[in-house]
């Protein structure tokens, strides 16, 4: 016998979900090789709870408890023939997720990296790294869709 379960969402349960879209602008920012590095991102395309910081820490700090889907990409530029590049998205500090890409010269590589992740609502936050095997900076000219850092709560806490 098959059992039918059925969800509702109410315009209650949307209001107050954090969500948000940060990435990074003007300047490039730029990064020493083989060091593992925080990814800037001062602008917002959107943050519905106001929980990224986009000022001085440039991470996101959810106040409701939840499984959160977390997206990020970076783009980078490199001097030399090969650069690999190696994303990570940490949360308090330790990383959960990474990602990887390799570029030839005059091909800039961007690499993607994504999780659901589990918040806590209160001290819980997730930032956005980088490790990259030659000097370089993160590529900005394009704005939001080459170096960013996106999530939603896709799920509350039990």
Do not use: H, W
């Not at 590049?85 to 800039?108: D, H, L, Q």
């Not at 590589?109 to 993160?138: C, H």
Request: net charge neutral; charged share 10%; aromatic share 10%.
């Amino acid at each position: 016998m098959l059992k039918t379960v059925t969800s509702q969402v109410s315009a209650q349960n949307i209001v107050g979900v954090p969500a948000f879209s940060a990435f990074a602008s003007g300047s490039a920012q730029t990064f020493t090789p083989v060091t593992d590095t925080k990814v800037e991102l001062p602008s917002e395309a959107f943050d519905t709870n106001n929980n990224f910081d986009n000022v001085t820490n440039y991470r996101f700090t959810p106040t409701v408890a939840g499984y959160y889907q977390i997206n990020a990409a970076i783009t980078v530029t490199s001097a030399s023939a090969l650069t690999g590049i190696a994303p990570a998205i940490k949360k308090n500090g330790t990383g959960v997720a990474s990602g990887s890409a390799v570029g030839n010269a005059g091909i800039f590589p961007t690499a993607f990296v994504a999780s659901v992740i589990y918040f806590n609502g209160s001290t819980d936050y997730v930032e956005l790294f980088v490790y990259n095997g030659s000097a370089g900076s993160v590529t900005t000219s394009l704005g939001q869709s080459q170096t960013y850092m996106n999530g939603c709560l896709v799920r509350g806490a039990l």
